[in-house]
């Protein structure tokens, strides 16, 4: 299974800043994806990161709120920008895993994000 | 898009076996059944996978009747480390997988 990494663990910022959340995996993968899990809830996916294209958004989440890079196999970021207090959540990144076809995933240990 | 139904919680005592069972009425013939499980302040982490009839691995089973409408995930002599949520996904193609509420399992002493 793969290693992932995320930076930062956790953070508190103020409105209207942003943050850039990184997310390194061990081994190279096509597929990444970012899901965020509000207090108390389930995780929600926000987008699919696919290296040398652009992110595929989820209904509900756009470009210019969370940009995202998928720069190499090994590595993506998630800027969550222009922060407001419904931003508090963790942000979580995954990548494929499993055999062939079977969409499995390993996720990171999550950003918590708190947003004053 | 197949939908979930799985029971909000449930509560068990160390050493005692827990069945998880999730009810997936729309599953569509290519989809995969598959738990995760999540700790506090953790990312999910895959348990178990299946498509029909029985899996087992060092962890869960994991079983799928016939008609594959439902399915249930088995924990054996759970201890107080498996309280957590458990989540049932149904899909096939990652954008498909939507994670439900989950169950949260509470195990005591």
């Known amino acids: 299974s793969a290693v992932i990494s995320q930076k930062p663990s956790r953070d508190i910022c103020q409105r209207g800043t942003s943050l850039t959340i990184q997310c390194q995996v061990d081994?190279?993968?096509?597929?990444m994806f970012w899901y965020r899990q509000q207090p108390g809830q389930s995780l929600t996916l926000i987008a699919t990161?696919?290296?040398?294209?652009?992110?595929?958004?989820e209904s509900g989440f756009v470009i210019d709120k969370f940009p995202i890079s998928r720069p190499n196999l090994t590595f993506s970021t998630l800027t969550v920008s222009n922060m407001s207090p419904e931003d508090s959540s963790i942000y979580l990144c995954?990548?494929?895993?499993?055999?062939?076809?079977?969409?499995?995933?390993?996720f990171g240990p999550g950003t918590r994000l708190t947003v004053l | 898009l197949a939908k979930t139904t799985q029971p909000i919680s449930m509560d068990s005592y160390e050493g005692q076996e827990v069945n998880i069972t999730c009810s997936h009425n729309?599953?569509?013939?290519?989809?995969?059944i598959t738990w995760y499980q999540q700790f506090p302040s953790q990312g999910p982490r895959f348990i178990i996978q299946g498509y029909k009839t029985k899996v087992t691995n060092e962890v869960a089973s994991l079983f799928i009747p016939a008609d594959r409408k439902s399915s249930t995930l088995s924990l054996p002599r759970v201890s107080l480390s498996d309280t957590a949520v458990y989540y049932c996904l149904v899909g096939r193609g990652y954008s498909t997988l939507t994670f439900g509420k989950g169950t949260m399992l509470l195990v005591s002493p």
């Open positions: 729309n599953i569509a013939t290519n989809d995969y």
């Open positions: 081994s190279q993968v096509t597929m």
């Open positions: 990161a696919n290296q040398g294209s652009e992110a595929t958004y």
């Open positions: 995954s990548v494929e895993g499993g055999a062939s076809g079977t969409d499995t995933q390993y």
